[in-house]
């Protein structure tokens, strides 16, 4: 469930809320002197206090630099018991796309996580929001920072109430689409989370169809017996060892001033075992993260449905559990996909690219402009890049330039990455078209894309991105992010469709 933000001109002192967030920065001239300033929001709470209030942080010990959360207590001077003061460094306010706005919404919700437990469930923030790029980053870090995975808990509790102080005729149309995106990334957080017990083809398409139904979001839905008379060999294939059949699911934005279209294909794998060639014990544990590619499209479209750009979308969601039962494709099986190029399955754990040719071939079929697929595609990509950095590929360099360009805006980490020619014949089959791995596993990233290529319409603009490492996140948390699903490339993938909107794409 996505966490609840109103706003309030209620004076920071009258707010009714169990904790008050307020910023505090470094002075960028005192040359690491040390010495705190109060970030715009905090001041009214100073004056409650009586002054001083930089003083007692820093003799508490605050630094300011940014996601350090210290805290007061405000003595009956404010209305809210507690005050929580966040660094934010030397960010002022935030210029759309910029670092400082990063480590705005970083700050919130750090502060809004740490805060967040079953005594503290209402949070003001008398934050930076006084223009539309600040409100934004505060309104959606505060949102990301609130997220709780609560499902599967006895004694879980729901996600906290916000208060951002605000002047909602001045930022409440960024607060809206904070939240249209915040609301994005908890649908792919959620979905992520989801124990693949829970969540495999079928009920993540009915999942699609009631995000549809209550959209402007058209569907449509292939179940085995359709995949099978379309020729999907690359789905039926990765799904056929499951007792828990394959789906691909079709979804559709359209808008009647549209001069453009976009299409988006993520990776929806609900469980990656590895099929035959079986993943050890340790590898598969995060293995329920292997659909946060066709997540992060559903939520999308979810996205732009509600912001209405002037661009047509269509999102292609390939659905299959890859599992090793006794029906499972084996190592040197050759498949045929949609579209007829036969490929030979020489390792079945390289099953997404399987899943995914059969979409991007399939989307020939809408004419895209643009088309940009998303999947934890390879392991190569987390150790060519960690695991908070995703790997951008296209067949044209523009395009992929344009996506890290959007992906900064949007505030993810983006690189780009080379498509080396070198590396396509690695590929070839002893008896197919294609083989699904190449022999060597250098740049297996590279690699992968390469297969992908193969399967591009003809003419079509495509980026590819391997989010890997980024869409599932096993450490600490940090910032915005918390431990499990993160919700990576959902923003950039909204953004893509906004660009596109405005011609830039
Ligand atoms: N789902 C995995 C990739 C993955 C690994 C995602 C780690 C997230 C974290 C993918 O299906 C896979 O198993 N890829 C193989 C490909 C190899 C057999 C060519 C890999 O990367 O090892
Ligand atoms: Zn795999
Ligand atoms: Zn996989």
Do not use: C
Request: aromatic share 4%; glycine share 10%.
């Amino acid at each position: 469930m996505t966490a609840t933000l109103r706003i309030t001109n209620t004076a920071a002192r009258d707010v009714n809320a169990d904790a008050i967030v307020i910023a505090v920065g470094q002075d960028a001239r005192d040359q690491g002197a040390g010495s705190l300033v109060l970030a715009p929001g905090a001041q009214d709470i100073d004056a409650a206090l009586g002054g001083g209030l930089a003083e007692t942080l820093g003799a508490l010990g605050a630094t300011g630099k940014p996601e350090e959360v210290t805290r007061i207590v405000s003595a009956g001077k404010l209305a809210a018991p507690v005050i929580a003061a966040v660094g934010i460094g030397t960010a002022t306010a935030a210029e759309p796309g910029s670092a400082d706005a990063e480590i705005l919404r970083r700050s919130a919700g750090a502060a809004v996580r740490s805060l967040s437990s079953p005594k503290i469930r209402s949070i003001a923030l008398a934050l930076p929001a006084d223009d539309a790029a600040s409100a934004e980053a505060t309104a959606l870090g505060a949102l990301l920072g609130a997220y709780y995975f609560g499902r599967y808990r006895s004694n879980g509790h729901p996600a906290a109430e916000l208060t951002l102080l605000a002047s909602a005729e001045h930022v409440g149309p960024a607060v809206a689409k904070a939240q249209v995106l915040a609301a994005a990334v908890t649908l792919v957080r959620d979905l992520v989370n989801t124990s693949p017990s829970h969540l495999y083809p079928e009920t993540f398409a009915a999942e699609a169809r009631q995000i549809a139904a209550s959209s402007s979001i058209s569907i449509e839905v292939l179940d085995e017996t359709a995949l099978a008379a379309g020729g999907y060999g690359g789905i039926r294939g990765v799904g056929q060892g499951s007792a828990h059949p394959p789906r691909l699911v079709r979804l559709s934005y359209q808008h009647p001033e549209a001069s453009r279209t976009v299409a988006f294909v993520g990776k929806g794998i609900t469980f990656d075992s590895g099929g035959l060639s079986l993943k050890p014990p340790k590898a598969m544990e995060t293995m329920k993260s292997d659909m946060s590619g066709a997540a992060a499209v559903l939520a999308t479209l979810q996205a732009v449905a509600a912001l209405k750009p002037a661009v047509n979308v269509i999102g292609y969601l390939p659905l299959a559990e890859n599992m090793p039962g006794g029906a499972a494709q084996r190592p040197s099986d050759v498949i045929t996909m949609y579209g007829g190029t036969t490929v030979e399955v020489l390792n079945t754990d390289a099953e997404g690219r399987l899943v995914l040719a059969d979409a991007l071939a399939r989307s020939g079929e809408d004419a895209p402009d643009l088309l940009v697929d998303i999947a934890t595609l390879t392991g190569a990509q987390v150790i060519a890049l960690g695991n908070r950095v995703s790997g951008v590929m296209a067949n044209d360099d523009a395009i992929r330039d344009a996506v890290v360009d959007a992906a900064t805006r949007a505030g993810e980490a983006m690189w780009p990455m080379p498509l080396p020619e070198e590396l396509r014949k690695g590929l070839d089959s002893k008896v197919a078209d294609l083989a699904n791995v190449a022999a060597e596993r250098d740049g297996g990233m590279l690699v992968a894309a390469l297969f992908l290529r193969e399967f591009v319409p003809d003419g079509v603009r495509w980026a590819h991105l391997d989010i890997a490492g980024p869409a599932f996140h096993e450490g600490e948390p940090y910032g915005y992010t918390p431990k499990g699903g993160t919700g990576a490339a959902v923003r950039t993938l909204v953004q893509i469709a906004l660009d596109a909107a405005d011609g830039r794409l």
